[in-house]
């Protein structure tokens, strides 16, 4: 047995986000979101379902909260609901949607819990959809707004913020695919998108800054590592793009550089772009994204194999093939590759150095039920977390300034496009009572953050 232990201050958390498990979608004056309004258009979800219930979330968080301090858990990452907020988008406050996100932080707080409040997972105001969304300027103006609503209502608590979580989907997945809300294929409304989200980001940090003192302050951004398919020409220049489009994209900007040059010339030369470029940038604009931040979320699930060949349903981006038949995969049909986090992180901290490195999700898909006894026992996402625990370990080893790990997710809950579908969470939730059990999972987990430290044979 070996035994891999971990930074005394290292941070071990878990994740979830505010319509994937809150529920009380009509309740106590929050307005339409922009999932309210897909997930309720036929043929969007699979399954059919929504987010109305979800884990009850908003009527059981003390339970919930109970649940994590029972397992050991010093560290949780929510997302705040826009339109529980200020349900017109912009303009007028919602006292209650403000009350419960305090009484949420207060009693984690009381639990010896550091809340993480994401403030952009993805569910915009519907109102601010019908205006063209993150496709117009106005949006990322009236997240600033939104933003320092929250800031100044929950600053004096809560001491770590994330701007948004995962931009690529909240453009990309959302606005060009057209498989996450809006459900947009638009290609030239989700460069927008990109941009007014990373502007949004810029604009909102020193407005935080000033509500919060002493808050650190960062952006999560869902990551993937890759490898050409062959060492063909063809399929490595498609890597090269893949690249650009899911990662650099993103981070070049964030970091202090222009949208990646190359980009910008395939989005021309494939019509994505006028031949002016990116239109949507003026003066100042690259400024205000490339703010220095505290840290970095990096979200890791899975690399890309890429191959050149085009696939018409993904708007002619390279092929991203994520087979490897003698592999592992999870039920959402993703690789199970641990080194990809390693590779990630280091490839992050050697290309941009960020000051500090949250990995604000990581997490599997398993459908494992209660056994007879009731215990579910999920050994392939214990070992999965496992895995990518030590491979987070091993870049840490080389280098790079990894401060915390939230798994993904706490509870089971709705997965977007999937609906009920697909189970992350580390504590099974029967949708029908609402019970909560604990995987093995969990209760392992409660074991590594109790040593601080993994034992691998
Ligand atoms: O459930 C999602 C989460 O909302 C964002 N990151 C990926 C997870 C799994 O798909």
């Given at each position: 047995m070996t035994n891999i232990s971990f930074p005394k201050e290292f941070a071990w958390g878990v994740a979830t986000s505010s319509y994937q498990i809150e529920g009380a979608a009509m309740e106590d004056g929050r307005g339409e979101s922009i999932w309210d309004r897909f997930s309720k258009t036929p043929g969007k979800v699979r399954d059919g379902t929504n987010g109305d219930v979800a884990c009850d979330h908003y009527h059981?968080?003390?339970?919930?909260i109970a649940l994590m301090k029972g397992l050991g858990i010093k560290h949780y990452r929510f997302s705040v609901a826009w339109p529980r907020i200020i349900p017109g988008g912009r303009g007028k406050v919602n006292p209650p949607g403000l009350d419960f996100y305090g009484r949420l932080v207060d009693a984690l707080l009381e639990a010896g819990i550091e809340p993480y409040v994401t403030l952009y997972h993805w569910d915009l105001p519907q109102v601010l959809q019908d205006e063209g969304g993150w496709a117009k300027r106005s949006t990322a103006e009236a997240f600033v707004e939104y933003a320092g609503v929250v800031a100044r209502s929950l600053g004096d608590r809560v001491k770590k913020w994330i701007t948004h979580n995962e931009p690529w989907c909240a453009s990309m997945l959302s606005y060009q695919m057209g498989i996450h809300a809006p459900g947009l294929k638009d290609y030239r409304a989700a460069l927008a998108a990109s941009h007014h989200v990373l502007l949004s980001h810029g604009l909102a940090v020193p407005v935080i800054r000033a509500a919060s003192p002493g808050a650190e302050v960062g952006i999560t951004l869902n990551l993937t590592p890759w490898v050409p398919a062959s060492p063909s020409d063809a399929d490595r220049d498609a890597a090269r793009h893949f690249d650009g489009y899911f990662n650099r994209w993103f981070l070049d900007p964030l970091f202090g550089h222009h949208y990646p040059a190359d980009m910008i010339a395939d989005h021309i030369a494939a019509g994505h772009?006028?031949?002016e470029g990116l239109t949507v940038v003026k003066p100042g604009d690259l400024q205000e994204i490339a703010v220095k931040c505290d840290f970095l979320g990096i979200n890791?699930?899975?690399?890309?194999?890429?191959?050149?060949?085009?696939?018409p349903e993904a708007q002619n981006e390279p092929r991203t093939v994520f087979v490897a038949p003698e592999k592992e995969w999870t039920e959402m049909g993703w690789e199970v590759y641990p080194d990809g986090l390693r590779e990630i992180l280091m490839?992050?901290?050697?290309?941009y150095r960020p000051r500090k490195i949250y990995i604000t999700e990581?997490?599997?898909s398993y459908s494992t039920a209660p056994g007879e006894d009731g215990r579910v026992r999920d050994e392939k996402r214990l070992s999965f977390l496992r895995d990518h625990f030590i491979a987070a370990r091993r870049a840490m080893e080389q280098g790079a300034p990894?401060?915390?790990y939230f798994v993904w997710s706490l509870m089971d809950n709705f997965e977007w496009d999937r609906g009920y579908s697909q189970r992350f969470g580390i504590v099974w939730v029967d949708y029908k009572t609402q019970q909560r059990i604990p995987k093995d999972s969990a209760l392992w987990y409660r074991g590594v953050i109790a040593e601080n430290a993994l034992s691998v044979s």
């Open positions: 059981r968080f003390r339970e919930d772009l006028p031949p890791y699930y899975n690399r890309a194999v890429v191959r050149s060949d085009k696939v490839r992050v901290h050697l290309d990581n997490g599997a990894v401060a915390g």
